[in-house]
């Protein structure tokens, strides 16, 4: 099948493949506060609404990089931002 150059990239072992659209929607990151000193823990969650809501916690590793962990969508909650001082819906 034939696809347009802008669709097109290269691996790190050099072969062609295709950037292919799996879902498309809106996300919420937050992260975890420690409610007596309002220090950031560490650790971060994704939450991703598309066609299904799916949900990772992002673990930093010690290289710089992020591990993403599945785990189970637990459904709609409220959330605390920090820049109004309110909690929010997710």
């Known amino acids: ?11 790190k072992k050099g072969k062609i493949e295709v950037r292919s659209l799996a879902d498309r929607g809106r996300f ?6 420690d409610p007596e000193s309002g220090k950031k823990s560490g650790k971060i969650k994704l939450v991703l609404f598309g066609e299904k ?3 990772f916690f992002i673990i930093p590793v010690k290289d710089g990089r992020n ?4 785990v189970e ?15 929010t819906d997710l």
Do not use: H
Request: aromatic content about 12%; hydrophobic content about 30%.
């Open 73 to 87: 969508f637990k459904g709609r909650r409220k959330i605390w931002d920090e820049s109004k001082g309110e909690e």
């Open 67 to 70: 591990l993403m962990l599945p």
């Open 1 to 11: 099948m034939k696809y347009p150059g802008e669709v097109l990239t290269k691996s």
């Open 53 to 55: 809501e799916e949900e």
């Open 28 to 33: 919420v990151r937050y992260g975890y506060l």
